[in-house]
């Protein structure tokens, strides 16, 4: 291997290793609940997928997977030469349906926990052990005769033993949860995974339900994967509720912070969606996962990390931390998920009734989605606010970009007389103001 390769492979690791270093330290101590078809479980890698879990649980997140059972309930029921019986895509499990459901839980129920029993392989300790726990935490009611039709051992959750699945998540174990509820009577019941991952997911108030499933997420009109919506955004459209199942929005509406839609199908799916920062599946949330604030002097690190690549290509004016410390309340921030990914400045000049925008700056990895001219919207109705007509830039080197959205380009004498006498002549910059008063009424005749 050439000496640059060796370095390019470095410097991949270390970028990589910092950028996930954050969620390896958010997650820790969390508690997520992970859900899995049975399809998943037939599926030929998945030992990966459940020593993704092993590696995580050794991360310290303390998880409950919750397995279905559909497909081996199926070949069961085929090889007694029986019929599946589904009313409203609800099974109907009658006795020996109800035989099926109990020794398909078994087969999944061991697989899994024989798999985990390998331990973390390669690790320095050889031998890692990670222990499980299941029980009877989940007590469920028939869900009865419906119109006519009874749906025998097809069962409802009626409670979660939250304080129980606590106690063995505390002892560091992998919680497993079948899809089985039992009742005071001492019968058992049939539950539907995604209804039991929820009901899990809402009385453990977890951080996350990740839900593994057959396809890549929620996809919009276009066919486009969606990354990530909030709850609201998700009622409010009907083309993404109709994708969204009752389970996944009630957990949303219940407390569960993230609700992530994830591929089983990808390998090494739950690693790419829980230690990058964009994911790979839909996110589902309550709170927006980027959003634009003014900045406050908890973001002064954020910004100089964001701003340092361009003033070293001579592109923004370079400005020391006292500085930006001190001006840091004319910046706007937009986050993604708590790190900074752009901002810019407003400076108003109040009696003239012109602000200067500076420091537009968007990280390289978010550049195209047009966020700057986001930025830009959002500074604007804020100059509005403040009874400013125009907005002036002073730019080197990116006058194209402010060309393209309304700005044109003026003498220094439109400036400002303060700013005028602050203005750097080596520099040489070209000005650019923006009538805000014309966007305005062009906005309005339309
Ligand atoms: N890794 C982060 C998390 O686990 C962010 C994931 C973002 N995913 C997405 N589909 N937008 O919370």
Redesign the pocket.
């Known amino acids: 291997m050439s000496e640059t390769t060796n370095k390019n492979i470095t410097k991949s690791f270390v970028d990589w290793f910092r950028s996930a270093a954050p969620?390896i330290h958010a997650h820790r101590g969390s508690t997520f609940i992970i859900s899995i078809g049975g399809e998943a479980v037939q599926a030929p890698h998945f030992s990966n997928l459940i020593h993704d879990i092993a590696l995580l649980n050794s991360l310290g997140i303390r998880i409950v997977l919750i397995y279905g059972i559909r497909p081996q309930i199926e070949h069961c029921l085929k090889t007694r030469g029986v019929q599946s019986r589904y009313v409203n895509g609800t099974r109907i499990t009658d006795e020996i349906a109800l035989c099926c459901v109990k020794a398909a839980c078994g087969e999944v129920h061991t697989e899994i926990e024989s798999l985990l029993s390998m331990g973390l392989s390669n690790s320095p300790s050889s031998y890692e052990r990670i222990g499980t726990a299941s029980g009877n935490f989940i007590t469920a009611r028939p869900v009865g005769v419906r119109e006519g039709v009874d749906y025998c051992y097809t069962g409802e959750i009626r409670r979660v033993d939250a304080t129980a699945i606590r106690r063995r998540l505390d002892e560091g174990n992998i919680v497993l949860i079948p899809p089985i509820g039992y009742s005071p009577t001492g019968e058992s019941f049939n539950l539907r995974t995604e209804e039991l991952a929820s009901a899990v997911a809402i009385a453990l108030g977890a951080a996350?339900w990740l839900y593994l499933i057959e396809n890549e997420g929620i996809f919009d009109s276009t066919g486009q994967l969606v990354?990530?919506l909030t709850l609201l955004e998700a009622l409010e459209n009907e083309h993404y509720k109709r994708q969204i199942s009752k389970s996944v929005l009630q957990a949303c509406q219940n407390g569960v912070q993230?609700v992530?839609l994830v591929s089983r199908q990808t390998e090494g799916a739950l690693l790419l969606?829980?230690?990058?920062?964009?994911?790979?599946?839909?996110?589902i949330s309550t709170n927006p996962?980027d959003h634009t604030a003014k900045a406050t002097i908890n973001d002064v690190g954020g910004v100089l990390a964001l701003i340092q690549p361009l003033e070293e290509a001579g592109i923004l004016v370079r400005r020391s931390r006292e500085k930006l410390e001190m001006e840091i309340e004319h910046f706007t921030v937009q986050e993604r998920?708590g790190m900074i990914i752009a901002c810019a400045a407003l400076y108003p000049f109040v009696q003239e009734k012109m602000a200067e925008l500076a420091c537009l700056a968007v990280h390289s990895d978010y550049r195209g989605a047009d966020r700057g001219g986001a930025l830009l919207a959002f500074l604007e109705r804020e100059a509005l606010q403040l009874g400013i007509t125009q907005i002036f830039v002073l730019t080197t080197r990116t006058a194209h970009w402010f060309q393209e959205r309304g700005f044109v380009g003026a003498d220094l004498d439109s400036l400002p007389v303060k700013r005028r006498t602050l203005y750097n002549y080596q520099r040489n910059s070209k000005v650019f103001v923006k009538d805000l008063s014309v966007s305005l009424k062009i906005k309005f005749r339309h």
Do not use: A, C, P, S
């Open positions: 969620y996350k990354r990530q993230r992530q969606e829980l230690f990058t920062r964009d994911g790979i599946g839909t996110l996962f998920d």
